[in-house]
C-alpha cells in the first residue's frame, strides 16, 4: 500500500474551513484515499473515502488532485468538536474488498475559539 | 453503520496472566481487524480475523502471543497471553463489508489493558 504524508499538525480558527493536506505520491490506480479523525481516547471515526472523484458527506468533502498524488479533506465549518487527529490511508482496491488500512502518524488538527 | 461493541471496555492485568476481548458486530461484516495503539501512539494492525480459518498476522505478532478467533460472521476474540507491561495499550476491533456500506471500515470503542 502507497505511504502518505501529513503535516504533524495545524490549527484553525472556529466557523472557518479547516483544510488538511496529504500526499501519496506513490499511490496505485486501484488504491482508495480514506480519511480517519479520533477523538481522544475514542475509536477511529471514518470520514470519507474516494478513488479519483472528489466526494462530499455531511461531514466533509474530499478533494483529489487529478494526478491523484495528493488530496485535501475540508471541513466546511470547523467546530471546537472537530478538534482531532486526522489520518489519511491509503487502501488497495480488491475484488473481494480486501486490503488492510494501515494508519500513519496523522495530522492533529486543534480547532481554537 | 455497524454497532461493534467490546467486553471489556478496560481492564487492568497482573504481569504473566491472560485476558481475552470480545468483538461483537450488530450485522454480518465479511473483513474483521484487530489493532493495537499503544500510550501517545497511532495504530498498529495486529491481524486479520478470517472466518472460519485462521487469522493472518502482521509482521511482528504472532499467534502465540496474540491468539484470534473468529467462529461465524459477527464474533471474534483477541487474547493477549502472558502480558507484560509493554501489552498496555487500547485493543480494537474493527471491521468491513457491512452491506449497507461495503467499503466502509468501522471501528469499535476499544479495550484498555493496564499490565501491572
Known amino acids: 500500500d502507497a505511504k502518505t504524508t501529513q503535516p504533524t499538525s495545524m490549527d484553525c480558527a472556529e466557523g472557518r474551513a479547516a483544510n488538511l493536506p496529504c500526499n501519496h505520491s506513490t499511490i496505485s490506480g486501484n488504491e482508495y484515499v480514506y480519511w480517519y479523525r479520533q477523538i481522544h481516547s475514542q475509536g477511529p471515526q471514518y470520514i470519507i473515502h474516494g478513488l479519483k472523484n472528489n466526494e462530499t458527506n455531511e461531514m466533509a468533502s474530499l478533494i483529489i488532485t487529478e494526478d491523484r498524488k495528493s488530496s485535501t479533506l475540508i471541513l466546511p465549518h470547523a467546530t471546537l468538536r472537530d478538534t482531532a487527529v486526522y489520518y489519511c490511508i491509503v487502501r488497495v482496491k480488491t475484488y473481494s474488498n480486501t486490503g488492510k488500512l494501515i494508519f500513519g502518524q496523522g495530522t492533529t488538527l486543534q480547532v481554537k475559539p | ?116
Not at chain 2, 8 to 33: A, E, K, N
Not at chain 2, 65 to 86: A, C, D, G, Q, Y
Not at chain 2, 90 to 99: A, E, F, H, P, Q
Request: with cysteine; charged share 15%; aromatic share 10%.
Open chain 2, 1 to 116: 453503520s455497524a454497532v461493534i461493541s467490546q467486553k471489556p471496555s478496560r481492564d487492568i492485568c497482573q504481569r504473566g496472566t491472560s485476558l481475552t476481548i470480545q468483538c461483537q458486530v450488530d450485522s454480518q461484516v465479511t473483513m474483521m481487524f484487530w489493532y493495537r495503539q499503544q500510550p501517545g501512539q497511532s495504530l498498529t494492525l495486529i491481524a486479520t480475523a478470517n472466518q472460519g480459518s485462521e487469522a493472518t498476522y502482521e509482521s511482528g505478532f504472532v499467534i502465540d502471543k496474540f491468539p484470534i478467533s473468529r467462529p461465524n460472521l459477527t464474533f471474534s476474540t483477541l487474547t493477549v497471553s502472558n502480558m507484560s507491561p509493554e501489552d498496555s495499550s487500547i485493543y480494537l476491533c474493527s471491521v468491513r463489508g457491512w452491506s449497507q456500506r461495503y467499503n466502509e471500515q468501522f471501528f469499535g470503542p476499544g479495550t484498555r489493558l493496564t499490565v501491572l
